[in-house]
């Protein structure tokens, strides 16, 4: 099974900045869309931000402004550039990239890397 590998993770005081970044698989085609979704503990994992095929950039309302997604299509690597962290955005984050190939979806995800916010 093709994995997405993410790095940059670690804790920062709130305010502060981080990067985490995913390389993705040259292998993976048909992408309709990539990006980032976290979990905090005890609940469920949710979009923090996309690039959707057809050029359509996503971010949760809870980050916007905050956050940046973008990526280096030469080096097939997504970052996602975080600044002036709360607590609340403690979570483990996931890179996600959606494929499309006649009509099956599928669905490829990183492990995970840990962002921890102290306040």
């Known amino acids: 099974q093709v994995q997405l590998v993410e790095s940059g993770g670690g804790l920062v005081q709130a305010g502060g900045s981080l990067t985490i970044s995913c390389e993705v698989p040259?292998?993976?085609?048909?992408?309709?869309?990539m990006g980032w979704y976290r979990q905090a503990p005890g609940k469920q994992r949710d979009l923090v931000a996309n690039f959707v095929s057809g050029g359509l950039i996503n971010y949760a309302d809870s980050v916007k402004g905050r956050f940046t997604i973008s990526r280096d299509n030469a080096k097939n690597i997504l970052y996602l550039q975080m600044t002036s962290l709360k607590p609340e955005d403690t979570a483990v984050y996931y890179c996600?990239?959606?494929?499309?190939?006649?009509?099956?979806?599928?669905?490829?995800w990183g492990q995970g890397t840990q962002v921890t916010v102290s306040s």
């Open positions: 996600h990239v959606e494929t499309w190939h006649w009509g099956i979806r599928d669905n490829y």
């Open positions: 040259r292998s993976i085609s048909g992408i309709n869309a």
